[in-house]
């Protein structure tokens, strides 16, 4: 079957402002976004500009607003977006300066993981083997460990396209990886970073970051839990 | 140009890049930054899904010995046992230095970390498959590389992201530091460094089906090679036996180790005919051989019976979504196929180089079977120590990153902690700008992508689970015309923000070399071994061919490649036939 593929493309050396260009794309209905962005750049269109890497929904290279709604390019497929043909529209994810095409600035959205302390803290003296830890209280933080900060949630957060100090859903996410994973130390460090008003109390619940995520991560629910716990710290 | 100065730089972010930053600047007498063309976390390491293979003990009893014996069996003798020992003893640590850093490993209930079986791995010298592969769910890799990502953003760690590297600066033996491009400014950058740690991982990219990304091109291998120095066993390159079928997406050795079945057409369960004692358990190049078998004497399924089956339908949901949620989502979302009530469809994919740059169980690059390149580590998919030989079990690579970039890590240090910055030559980034200017000059006619896709093809054809002299020998002349097409190729974006397409036209330069280098290493051997099958040559013959192969580009006679050799280095386990 035959797609239009309508990107929205800005080149910052040439263009003023994005314009709109459709590429007329021959493909199967198992083909990837991704591989309909591949044809037109290897074959149609060398200058189209993305990111890409493992082509399987695991890098989190290739977040982009696809038909209106942040996608990962490589794992959402035209007979999940087309049945019979028709038009596809592909925009960058939104929140963060475009710098050409679908490409867009991921510093910012980086800067906010790091500010979270991303990473375990724990000073205690380590056992010879592992520490342990139960089943359930592995359990507990699963769903955070999934992620791979692909920005899809963040970027499709209203309160983060108005105010881009909103710290955003991605790196809560990484904040409750450790906050709730019973090995770590660093939980009431964490809680008051997030307590500050660029914090969990900005999110408004609109589970926007929920639908786009890639990963299937409860991100909305991780933000109430979130929220829960600097209550309980609090109280 | 931007000069930088550092006394360690480590090129590639990936498990074994990472690692190796972490362990140089534990040594607080230097300093350390380390270039990625992609964000540290995007790395391919990130797609490990099953395991890293440590002797534990968790779940059944397990010693060092056994995983070593099973690491140069698996290797079809051809692993170097020094490498193989050092391996096996500090994986263990390593696995715990891992969960320290706060790596979410799946638990047993006595609250240990979880450990499953996977091929190739076994108890008492081959009795029976043992659980050895540590794992967090099915994502394994992702884990560790987050992990190690994680406690680089603590200690500080200096990066270039999006740094593509081009070139590495030797002269007179030395490496004194590398040339990188810039991606979102087209700017060339000098990295001037007192040594160089390589962790630019495999070149999977090369074959049209294939589990790596498209970022795995072999950039720093084919850099290494154009310079006279030499490559590694790039004959040996192993093919995964279960890619969803058509895409090449990795399914888990794990499926089998939690229980799954491979099945031909009339769902036979034909491993039992290849491996009789450990069936859908054997290491992947025996695996992958028999279903080209099965293939070819028409037993696939599908109406163009070209691939088979991995049949999860007989375990419970609980195991399937809860132990393999990764591979759970790929096949419903890729194939439209639930593996809880349905069969998934599979055919062997391009996997994992167990060739590279030649290293000493340091890290150390050699020029040749004895001289080390100074200043000059690799480690990783990148390098070949070797500890993989023929053929890498799985979960060994992850290990292999973890116990050898931490090495090369500490050795770059130790040897920048004492060595001088070393002048650079005139025109430094001159061989880079020269490719830059002749790329974008615009005056050539060929298509990158096209040259790319004809190499992919070919080379699934010619070089792949099964080779002959006659297929090989037809490869090296199609690499030769697709070789000098690509001295003809431009590219039309002439911008110099994010030219990505400068960047992919880069790397099929780069894969065209790994390739040759890689078909006539392989014409080369004759012999069957591991993951180097022939059928012209079937068998094994330890009297000619128990040796390393090194290739050399031949710098007055472009195209010619010149074949020399190395010593396996044996010890405990004496060369025996390989039988499961
Ligand atoms: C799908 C899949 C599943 C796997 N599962 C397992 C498993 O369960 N167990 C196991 O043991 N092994 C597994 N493997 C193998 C293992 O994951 C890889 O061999 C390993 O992760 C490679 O790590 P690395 O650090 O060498 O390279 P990578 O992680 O691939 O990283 C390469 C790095 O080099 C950088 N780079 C490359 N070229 C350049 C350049 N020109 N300039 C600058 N930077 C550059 C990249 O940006 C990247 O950061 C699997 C492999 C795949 C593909
Ligand atoms: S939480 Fe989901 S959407 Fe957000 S960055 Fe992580 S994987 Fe992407
Ligand atoms: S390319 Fe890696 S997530 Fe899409």
Redesign the interface.
């Known amino acids: 079957m035959h797609v239009n593929l309508k990107i929205l493309r800005y080149n910052p050396e040439v263009d003023k402002k994005p314009h709109w260009e459709t590429y007329n794309v021959e493909c199967e209905p198992g083909d990837r976004v991704l591989d309909l962005l591949n044809h037109v750049k290897w074959y149609v269109e060398p200058t189209l500009t993305y990111r890409r890497s493992c082509a399987h929904g695991v890098c989190g290279s290739d977040a982009m607003l696809i038909n209106g709604r942040n996608r990962l390019a490589c794992k959402i497929l035209i007979r999940d977006l087309t049945k019979d043909g028709g038009t596809i529209t592909v925009e960058p994810i939104r929140g963060l300066k475009v710098e050409k095409d679908l490409l867009v600035d991921m510093d910012p959205f980086f800067e906010s993981y790091r500010a979270v302390l991303p990473f375990f803290i724990n000073d205690d003296p380590v056992p010879a083997g592992e520490r342990l830890q139960t089943v359930e209280d592995r359990e507990r933080f699963d769903q955070g460990t999934k992620c791979i900060l692909c920005a899809a949630c963040t970027t499709s957060c209203p309160i983060f396209w108005v105010n881009g100090r909103y710290l955003g859903p991605a790196a809560i996410v990484q904040a409750h990886r450790f906050i709730f994973d019973s090995r770590d130390k660093g939980t009431s460090e964490r809680l008051n970073l997030l307590n500050q008003n660029t914090g969990v109390w900005r999110c408004r619940t609109a589970y926007n970051c929920t639908e786009a995520c890639p990963r299937e991560i409860p991100v909305t629910q991780l933000i109430e839990e979130v929220k829960r716990a600097i209550m309980y710290q609090q109280a | 140009m931007q000069h930088h100065r550092y006394d360690v730089i480590v090129v590639g972010a990936g498990g074994s890049g990472l690692m190796a930053s972490l362990y140089a600047a534990k040594n607080k007498n230097v300093s350390v930054a380390v270039i990625s063309k ?2 540290p ?4 390491t ?2 490990a899904q099953g395991g890293v293979g440590a002797a ?1 003990g968790n779940v059944s009893e397990d010693h060092w010995e056994w995983h070593m014996y099973d690491t140069v069996k698996g290797g079809d003798y051809l692993a170097d046992q020094d490498a193989a020992e050092i391996f096996a003893k500090d994986i263990i640590d390593a ?2 230095e891992l ?4 790596l ?10 979880a450990q499953r079986k996977f091929g190739g791995h076994t108890k008492e010298f081959g009795k029976a498959a043992v659980e050895r592969a540590c794992y ?2 099915d ?1 394994t890799g ?2 560790i590389l ?2 190690l990502y ?2 680089n ?2 200690a500080g760690t200096t990066f270039f992201n999006e740094f593509q590297v081009l070139d590495l600066i030797i002269e007179d033996g030395v490496c004194r530091g590398v040339v990188a491009y810039e991606i ?1 400014t087209g700017e060339v950058h000098v990295f001037q460094a007192k040594s160089v740690v390589l962790a630019a991982g495999g070149y999977g990219r090369v074959f049209k089906i294939t589990s790596n ?3 795995l091109t072999g950039d720093l291998m084919s850099i290494y090679y154009r310079k006279g120095l030499p490559l590694e066993d790039l004959e040996f390159y192993q093919f995964h036996p279960t890619g969803i079928a058509k ?1 090449g ?1 990795l399914i888990t050795e794990g499926a089998r180790g939690e229980g799954g079945i491979l099945r031909n057409d009339s769902g036979e369960r034909f491993m039992e005919r290849y491996a009789p004692s450990i069936k859908d358990l054997a290491p992947r190049d025996i695996v992958s051989r028999a279903i080209y078998m099965e293939l070819r004497e028409g037993r696939g399924a599908g109406k163009d019976k070209d691939y088979l089956l991995l049949d999860l339908t007989h375990l419970p949901r609980d195991v399937i979504e809860g132990r393999l949620p ?1 591979i759970t ?2 096949s419903r ?2 194939l ?1 196929v639930d593996p809880v009530t349905a069969p998934v469809p599979i055919q062997p994919t391009a996997h994992y180089a167990m060739g590279g740059i030649p290293t000493t169980v340091d890290g150390e690059c050699l020029a040749n079977s004895s001289t080390t390149v100074r200043g000059l580590y690799a480690a990783g998919e990148v390098a070949c120590v070797s500890l993989h030989g023929a053929n890498r079990l799985g979960t060994n690579s992850l290990g292999d990153l973890i116990v050898f970039g931490k090495r090369a890590g500490i050795a770059a240090a130790r040897y920048a902690q004492d060595a001088q910055f070393e002048d650079l030559p005139a025109r430094a980034d001159g061989a880079a700008l020269d490719e830059i200017e002749r790329l974008k000059s615009g005056h050539g006619t060929e ?1 990158a ?2 040259i ?1 896709k004809e190499l992919q093809e070919t080379m699934m054809d010619n070089v792949s689970i099964y080779r002959t002299d006659e297929t090989m020998s037809r490869q090296v002349e199609i690499l030769k015309e697709l070789q000098a097409r690509y001295r003809n190729v431009s ?3 002439t ?4 030219n ?2 400068l960047m992919e036209a880069m790397e099929l330069g780069y894969m065209l070399d790994v390739a040759e280098a890689m078909t006539a290493s392989a014409l080369n051997r004759k012999e069957s071994r591991g993951a180097h099958a022939r059928e012209d040559f079937p068998d094994r013959d330890d009297e000619n061919w128990l040796k390393h192969t090194m290739a050399y580009r031949d710098l007055s006679r472009p195209g010619e490649v010149n074949i020399g050799y190395k010593n396996v280095v044996l010890g405990k386990f004496e060369p025996k036939p390989r039988v499961y």
């Open positions: 992609l964000y976390t995007r790395s391919h990130g797609a534990l696995v715990y969960e320290h850093m706060g979410p490993f799946s638990r047993l209930p006595n609250g240990k970390i967090a769910v994502r992702h884990m987050q992990t994680q406690q953003v603590k979102s990304a498209l970022s895409l997406i990764d989502d790929f979302t890729y439209g298509n992508a096209r790319r590219v039309t974006d911008s110099t923000k994010y990505t397409e």
